[in-house]
């Protein structure tokens, strides 16, 4: 798939998840296989007043490119200047070899010096219905007001040459005509691609999301549409497509519990296209970094235990064990022990979410303070999942899923 100049080798993106997609999980589903990874939201003011906490949000690494990043605000000129900004801020390569720990440790220059771009797209948000953001005029609150909604475009469309693209939600019906219009304009004035999560702006995350209108926005459209909105497993990213015709789809919530669904709804595309079938199942067996203790061989045996089980049907329990304490460890690097302690406290638990005693391993996280402690919590709950046996269905499924 094509967005403007920017190439991407398959059809998935991670969403745009405020306060999750940092650059450790982000480089997580990266690496589980995904084709765009999109950043935290990122405010034009914060930039433009040259806050730290909002710069520290573009950081980056040439080993997650492609890198969209998403800025929300509502007034045309700053969006622009903050477009300019982020087009026009290179990251360092001189600490990409992901062998060091210091892989995340790479720093943001204001002029080009052995290094890259950090941003290969920039992402408009017209979607964020999250109060504080709304009564601003930014976000969902730009649909209302489409004359605006113009203007922004245009203004961000001639201050940058990277491509450009927007997400965008159906607008404050049901019917969708204000996603539609905004679609038509932003085609006009040079927009790339566009995702589209059909909800209301009132909905929130409430209701169901209306696939519909994806398939009604892309039966009109010349330029690329990305579908987003109730994609819970690989099987949904595949239906979706299917479905509504979309170009690619984005997830957003089912990948914080499991980062590989965007690898496994590529692997369910490419069984659908053979001449892509061999690389994708090569390139979708994830390979941990940091190699553990955890890698022990356990008996086979029938399991009653069904529930949850079709998030990691094409998954062993090495695998997604690996993947928690690699995005600890990486945390760790990334924000130093004890913000990374924190962290964890609550998200290690969404990779096991419906499993026997999960909620007995949240309350074991809940004072960790240290990567030790939280190693061994984790490699207690793994050896009572195993004593438990709830593994052996997946690892059954797993080579099925896998031939
Ligand atoms: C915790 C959280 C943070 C989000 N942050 C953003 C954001 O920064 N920018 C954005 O455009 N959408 C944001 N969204 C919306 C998602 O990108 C996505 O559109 C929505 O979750 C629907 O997709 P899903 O059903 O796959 O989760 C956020 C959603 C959640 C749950």
Redesign the pocket.
């Known amino acids: 798939m094509q967005i403007g100049k920017c190439k991407l080798e398959g059809h998935t993106v991670l969403?745009?998840?405020?306060?999750?997609t940092n650059l450790p999980f982000r480089y997580i589903v990266k690496r589980c296989g995904c084709s765009l990874v999109c950043s935290?939201?990122v405010s034009a003011k914060g930039l433009l007043y040259n806050s730290q906490k909002t710069f520290s949000l573009l950081q980056t690494t040439p080993e997650e490119k492609p890198f969209s990043v998403?800025i929300f605000g509502s007034e045309p000129k700053e969006m622009a200047k903050a477009a300019f900004i982020i087009e026009n801020t290179y990251i360092s390569q001189k600490n990409s070899n992901i062998d060091k720990s210091d892989l995340f440790k790479t720093s943001l220059l204001n002029k080009e010096e052995e290094s890259n771009k950090i941003a290969d797209i920039i992402d408009i948000?017209f979607?964020?219905s999250v109060k504080k953001v709304v009564k601003t005029g930014a976000g969902v609150a730009l649909m209302q007001n489409l004359s605006n909604a113009e203007n922004v475009i245009k203004a961000v469309r001639d201050s940058i040459s990277i491509p450009l693209t927007i997400?965008i939600r159906s607008g404050w019906d049901s019917s969708g005509t204000q996603a539609f219009k905004l679609a038509e304009l932003a085609q006009r004035n040079g927009v790339d691609a566009i995702t589209l999560?059909p909800r209301t702006a009132s909905q929130g995350?409430k209701g169901k999301?209306d696939w519909s209108l994806i398939k009604q926005l892309k039966a009109n459209m010349s330029i690329p549409l990305i579908g987003?909105?109730?994609?819970a497993c690989a099987e949904d990213g595949l239906r979706m497509i299917e479905e509504t015709k979309c170009d690619a789809v984005?997830?957003?919530?089912?990948a914080m519990s499991n980062p590989f669904i965007l690898s496994d709804i590529e692997l369910l595309l490419s069984k659908k296209k053979d001449s892509r079938k061999a690389k994708y199942e090569q390139d979708s067996v994830y390979k941990p970094i940091y190699y553990t203790n955890y890698h022990s061989s356990y008996e086979s045996s029938e399991s009653s235990f069904r529930s949850s089980e079709a998030r990691y049907k094409n998954r062993s329990i090495d695998e997604i064990f690996a993947l928690m304490i690699e995005l600890l460890k990486s945390c760790v690097d990334y924000f130093g022990e004890l913000q990374a302690c924190k962290m964890m406290r609550s998200r290690l638990v969404w990779f096991v979410k419906g499993y026997p005693e999960c909620s007995k391993f949240r309350r074991d996280l809940t004072n960790i303070e240290s990567m030790a402690q939280a190693l061994e919590i984790i490699e207690k709950y793994q050896h009572f999942l195993r004593s438990k046996k709830v593994f052996d269905n997946f690892e059954s499924m797993a080579g099925q899923g896998r031939g």
């Open positions: 969403a745009p998840l405020a306060g999750v935290e939201m998403q948000n979607g964020c997400k999560h995350f999301a987003n909105g109730d994609i984005m997830v957003g919530r089912a």
